[in-house]
């Protein structure tokens, strides 16, 4: 399984290449304007590249955000109809939990 550090990485860098509108809110964090059919594709590749079927957080009509599991933490993306936006968010596991992202 790649780590989510790569995905998250290769995912944004997919976004540039298709979208000029990127921002960061700070370094675990970036927002880019997009269709929201677009971004919901995202999700998929993004599972589909880690072999993780993404965990729903979020299923309505206005959002839908999703967590999807890595070897060394998460990633959650979140697409937004009504703004046009993605937000992707990349989560160190909590070692003081003594938690693992692995199954």
Known sequence: MRSWT????LGFLGILSSH???Q??????????LPYADC???IAEASQELHEA???LI??????SVRI???DGFVTISCH????????????VPEAAGMTASR
């Open 81 to 92: 109809r009504s703004t046009g936006k993605m937000v992707l968010t990349k989560s160190p």
């Open 69 to 71: 599991n890595a070897s």
């Open 40 to 42: 919901l594709s995202i």
């Open 6 to 9: 790569m995905i998250f990485l």
């Open 24 to 33: 960061a809110d700070d370094a675990n964090t970036r927002i880019a304007t």
């Open 54 to 56: 993404p965990v729903q």
């Open 59 to 64: 299923n309505n009509e206005e959002e839908t």
């Open 20 to 22: 000029t509108a990127a």
